[in-house]
């Protein structure tokens, strides 16, 4: 019986993820890629909030204002850290499908370009971090 | 390549990785210019200012335009791989190309009628 037909005679919905789920090979570049994948499905998502939020630019200063007074309370800080992380990995990692695609040695090289991914993306993370909550070069 | 339809799905691929790295660019320049420091973004004159320099207005087209191309080709290329009934998968990628049209529209609208709350000096 081939993996296809196992999943096919359970109809259960939760049986059928959670076995997907135990036969799912969990290495390095897999967890990637479904990181990859859920990160690009919540960033398509923002892009659409990013424009309604921004509609305020033409609805006048005291809307802008308001909104901005929002978006600097601690909720917020919180979530744009976590948003800039849900970005950073996205794009590191985009950079890295790039370089496995078409470079010649690129493939060869996927495990050791995931880790400088990790390690870029955590340095950059903090660094956010420190802009985000300390605002060093406020004035 | 046996049909015009995997050529097709060549070009998608390498499409992806292009808009893919300049949205990169993008992204890196929107942060530096926009969000440095919460005085850059958060003031109102200051960002219509931005958005009535023909640069930025091009900029901006091109990263709405870029981002909603990426960000749809890639659910598709998600979706793709469940095997979805062909009219669900069809139903759903009509709402969000719809949806993802409707926001360019509101992304330009933004972008080319803000330079009416620009002050004269």
Do not use: C
């Amino acid at each position: 019986m081939g993996v296809e037909q196992m999943y096919m005679q359970d109809f259960s919905p939760f049986r059928t993820w959670w076995s997907i789920l135990r036969r799912y090979r969990w290495h390095a570049g897999s967890v990637a890629w479904i990181l990859h994948r859920i990160t690009g499905i919540a960033l398509l998502g923002y892009l659409f909030v990013h424009i309604w939020a921004l509609r305020s630019l033409v609805k006048g200063e005291a809307v802008f204002q308001a909104e901005m007074e929002l978006f600097t309370t601690p909720v917020f800080k919180v979530a744009e850290w976590l948003l800039f992380a849900v970005v950073l990995f996205h794009a590191l990692n985009g950079i890295r499908i790039v370089v496995v695609d078409f470079s010649a040695r690129g493939a060869y090289r996927q495990k050791a370009l995931l880790r400088l991914v990790y390690a870029a993306g955590i340095v950059a993370a903090v660094l956010m971090g420190v802009l985000i909550f300390f605002d060093p070069f406020a004035v | 390549m046996q049909n015009g339809r995997s050529k097709w799905s060549a070009y998608a691929w390498y499409w992806q990785r292009v808009s893919g790295l300049l949205l990169v660019v993008f992204t890196i320049g929107h942060y530096v210019t926009v969000h440095w420091t919460e005085a850059a973004g958060h003031s109102f004159q200051s960002s219509v200012e931005r958005l009535t320099n023909p640069l930025f207005q091009f900029w901006y087209l091109g990263f709405v335009v870029l981002g909603f191309y990426h960000g749809v080709q890639g659910l598709y290329n998600i979706l793709r791989d469940y095997k979805l009934p062909r009219a669900l998968l069809w139903s759903v990628m009509g709402l969000v190309i719809a949806a993802a049209l409707y926001f360019v529209y509101l992304g330009f609208d933004t972008v080319l009628s803000v330079h009416t709350w620009k002050q004269v000096r």
